[in-house]
């Protein structure tokens, strides 16, 4: 178990933390959304604002995929460290996690740079201001997809991982117990932690699963070419948005202080 607290560690090797990271993409994802509806519902004095909001579509999308990237990653070094302790440090070495995080950034912006090109679309409103839907036709279709494909990747992946990895734990929880040779209260402690983290990635998951449900009739309306049920979608999106940005932090301020100061030591190490 030392060790593989040792390597959950060492995977922040090169000083970037894939928390960090993701978190990161929540909050400029956030901060695009909010200048999105700030200039698109509140002040109404843009009226030609095809361009810029394209551009904010366009980092809006590459933050939220960029996000879903850095918690595949997240999982991916507790998963390693449990299962692969010694090959742990060669895969997760400064290097490779350099070229990871570049490509964390640099891949969803690749993907979404062709945005900003695109005609805006938008809704008709009574005052004549219009409500942004995103980019016209086609090109949207095919952003939306590409969303829709990271959250996908996100479930085939991250489940499997988490299941596998508290499986493995259980298992080491017990053979540490029979080499003490009983219950102790060290496995009590240790048992108490797993079942926190357990609660945390079902909560995550959750969380996930309704941004990925709210996205999903998003998509749909964009397919079936419903305008009003696309603007109800964008004015909701928000919601699971902070939901699936701040469940983490939250759940961290109501958990065990045993478990937070965990969790802050690791950061530490980073």
């Not at 499986?167 to 060290?186: F, H, N, V």
């Not at 909560?203 to 109800?232: C, D, G, R, S, Y």
């Not at 909701?236 to 983490?248: G, K």
């Amino acid at each position: 178990m030392a060790g593989n607290t040792t390597n959950g560690m060492a995977a922040v090797a090169a000083g970037i933390d894939a928390g960090t990271i993701y978190r990161t993409s929540a909050i400029l994802n956030i901060l695009c959304n909010l200048l999105t509806r700030l200039f698109d519902l509140r002040i109404h004095v843009f009226p030609d604002r095809g361009l810029f909001m394209n551009i904010l579509s366009c980092f809006s999308h590459t933050f939220a995929f960029s996000m879903t990237l850095g918690k595949i990653l997240a999982v991916a070094t507790r998963f390693t460290s449990v299962w692969l302790p010694f090959s742990f440090k060669r895969f997760w070495s400064p290097p490779h996690i350099r070229i990871i995080i570049t490509l964390q950034f640099t891949l969803p912006l690749a993907i979404f740079a062709y945005m900003p090109f695109m005609t805006a679309a938008f809704a008709r409103t009574d005052d004549g201001y219009g409500h942004y839907l995103g980019i016209e036709s086609v090109p949207f279709k095919i952003a939306k997809g590409f969303n829709m494909f990271g959250y996908m990747l996100f479930f085939v992946t991250t489940i499997p991982m988490c299941v596998a990895t508290v499986a493995k734990l259980e298992m080491d929880r017990k053979k540490i117990a029979s080499m003490q040779g009983g219950w102790t209260a060290s496995v009590s402690s240790v048992s108490r932690s797993e079942r926190i983290l357990v609660l945390c990635s079902v909560v995550l998951t959750l969380a996930h699963a309704v941004k990925a449900t709210q996205q999903t009739i998003w998509f749909m309306a964009l397919i079936m070419n419903e305008p009003a049920l696309q603007a109800t979608m964008i004015s909701l999106y928000m919601v699971p948005n902070a939901i699936t940005s701040f469940a983490e932090p939250v759940l961290l301020l109501i958990s065990s202080k045993a478990l937070r100061r965990e969790v802050n030591i690791r950061n530490l190490h980073s």
